[in-house]
């Protein structure tokens, strides 16, 4: 099974700075990663697939970047809707397909 | 409109049963696979199990196998599970998700909690 591990845990950003997650695999995946958002109450929502492709409707300020074991989720100018919680997940290798143990990004 | 409507969820005892279902409309269900994928406070999202868009393959996390069983019905558009011998560590919510690889459109999830 691959060990998806995210970090930080939590990262305290002012509105308007960038935010830049990790997510690091135990293994090499390619390319095959995703990224999801969670707002509290809600369902996930895919912001990342491939690494790097954004899905439908999502804006270009969020971006995703990374192969083989590390990975990077970018958000470059932070604003009020995107303070979540944010999970990479891994499709490289399955089952099980993986998931990180997610990072809060909260309003400092 | 494009969704994904899950139910079924509720309290039951450890070692009873429960059937999860998640109505889709909105687009054609039977070209997609679906999974089950669960939330827990303490151990995040966890993926339960998938099938593909005709039902040919399935496939569980080893924490279920055995004791739960993914099906769907393409022409109801919906998907199940079913939830067998059930164990305190089974309380979470549960999604539905549409995707092969990565889960493109989740449902809003159903609440299970297993507790004496």
């Known amino acids: 099974e691959i060990v998806m591990t995210q970090s930080p845990a939590t990262l305290s950003v002012s509105p308007g700075e960038r935010a830049t997650l990790s997510c690091r695999a135990s293994?090499?995946?390619?390319?095959?990663l995703a990224w999801y958002q969670q707002k509290p109450g809600q369902a996930p929502r895919l912001l990342i697939y491939?690494?790097?492709t954004r899905a439908t409707g999502i804006p270009a300020r969020i971006s995703g970047s990374g192969s083989g074991t590390e990975f990077t989720l970018t958000i470059s100018s932070l604003q009020s809707e995107d303070f979540a919680v944010y999970y990479c997940?891994?499709?490289?290798?399955?089952?099980?397909?993986?998931f990180g143990q997610g990072t809060k990004v909260e309003i400092k | 409109q494009v969704q994904l409507v899950e139910s079924g969820g509720g309290v039951v005892q450890p070692g009873t049963s429960l059937r999860l279902s998640c109505a889709a409309s909105?687009?054609?269900?039977?070209?997609?696979?679906m999974h089950w994928v669960r939330q827990t406070p303490g151990k995040g999202l966890e993926w339960v199990a998938v099938?593909?868009?005709?039902?040919?393959?399935?496939y569980y996390a080893d924490s279920v196998k055995g004791r739960f069983t993914i099906s769907r019905d393409n022409s109801k558009n919906t998907l199940y599970l079913q939830m067998n011998s059930l164990r305190d560590e089974d309380t979470a919510i549960y999604y539905c998700?549409?995707?092969?690889?990565?889960?493109?459109?989740w449902g809003r999830g159903t609440l299970v909690t297993v507790s004496s």
């Open positions: 998700a549409r995707g092969r690889l990565y889960f493109d459109l």
């Open positions: 909105g687009f054609t269900f039977s070209s997609h696979g």
């Open positions: 099938i593909w868009y005709d039902g040919s393959n399935k």
């Open positions: 293994q090499s995946i390619s390319s095959n």
């Open positions: 491939g690494a790097s």
């Open positions: 997940q891994q499709y490289n290798n399955w089952p099980p397909w993986t």
